[in-house]
């Protein structure tokens, strides 16, 4: 699989002027109201080449955005990777050794492993332990239709539904299956938890239209929990599609491969071939079964394809 040089429309920014926060901890920023309401965070750069998120979040402290009710977080998580950025290689900042939204274990977070992505997690984690909400912003290596992506918790889904944009959502019913996402950290991965938390992904990491709705769904999601003022102009919620996650896919093999390319939402009849695995072979397990966020390049240990069914 090869992937095509992408449109580089909006580039990584310094961020040091951003790096002394006021709690502590380097690149968060919490601004309090004095009044009760909900604590939400804002996070970003939870891999270092979704740069819509480092879009949004400069946003919203460039404009001094400030919270009517409750508190408000801003978070820039994974900038060592971010600052690893190289327009000639867009793809190879994403992460520097561990996937970050994927070790919000307590077997990752307590284990003996180390590496700037698990010293980073370990820092943060009293960061994303204390917010009541929490909206995770990403971006896709494809310019597909932005989507939700979130535990299949009725609070999660109301949420999204509520926002309305975007209006696919990818539905998890047992989490990802290939490791602990950030969204999915302590109470926020628990069944009776109280909290929202929901990845963005907004479109392909380079387009200015990512960083554009990345921007937009941030303020969506402090007006949908009072924080600020909606925006008159908003869109009303449309027609919303979701999809259940089926199957997560890892690359065990050099030699994987799909039956032909693929940048997602392709769709597969009952038990037809999707990709070859080494010796296995990647089948569709139902009727229209959709793909989202199939690999572009072949690294083994990374995440193939997620197999999903319409709800």
Not at 25 to 33: A, L
Not at 57 to 69: F, G, Q, S, Y
Not at 233 to 251: D, K, N, S
Request: net charge negative; proline share 8%; with cysteine.
């Amino acid at each position: 699989m090869t992937q095509a040089p992408p449109a580089l429309e909006v580039l990584p920014r310094d961020l040091s002027a951003y790096r002394k926060g006021n709690v502590g901890i380097d690149y968060v920023h919490r601004f309090e109201s004095g009044k009760p309401g909900p604590h939400v965070l804002i996070n970003a750069l939870t891999h270092g080449n979704e740069i819509c998120g480092m879009t949004a979040a400069t946003h919203l402290l460039d404009t001094n955005v400030r919270p009517k009710i409750g508190t408000l977080t801003v978070s820039f998580a994974n900038v060592e990777a971010y600052e690893s950025f190289d327009q000639a290689l867009p793809f190879d900042s994403r992460q520097l050794v561990h996937n970050l939204n994927r070790i919000w274990s307590p077997e990752w977070l307590d284990g003996t492993e180390d590496s700037p992505e698990l010293r980073r997690a370990r820092v943060l984690r009293p960061v994303v332990s204390a917010a009541d909400h929490i909206l995770d912003i990403h971006s896709t290596s494809q310019p597909v239709i932005p989507f939700w992506v979130y535990p299949a918790y009725d609070r999660n889904a109301e949420a999204a539904l509520a926002i309305g944009r975007p209006s696919v959502h990818l539905v998890m019913p047992d989490g990802l299956g290939s490791g602990t996402p950030l969204i999915q950290h302590g109470r926020h991965g628990q069944t009776d938890g109280k909290g929202v938390a929901l990845v963005a992904e907004c479109g392909q990491h380079f387009l200015r239209s990512a960083s554009e709705l990345a921007t937009a769904i941030s303020l969506d999601f402090l007006a949908h929990f009072g924080l600020i003022d909606k925006d008159p102009a908003a869109p009303a919620p449309g027609p919303q599609r979701r999809f259940e996650l089926l199957q997560t896919h890892v690359i065990k093999s050099e030699d994987f491969a799909f039956v032909r390319p693929l940048i997602g939402f392709e769709t597969f009849a009952k038990g037809e071939l999707i990709a070859t695995n080494g010796p296995d072979e990647i089948r569709a397990p139902c009727d229209e079964c959709t793909i989202f966020m199939p690999a572009q390049r072949v690294i083994v240990g990374r995440e193939a394809v997620y197999l999903t069914k319409p709800i």
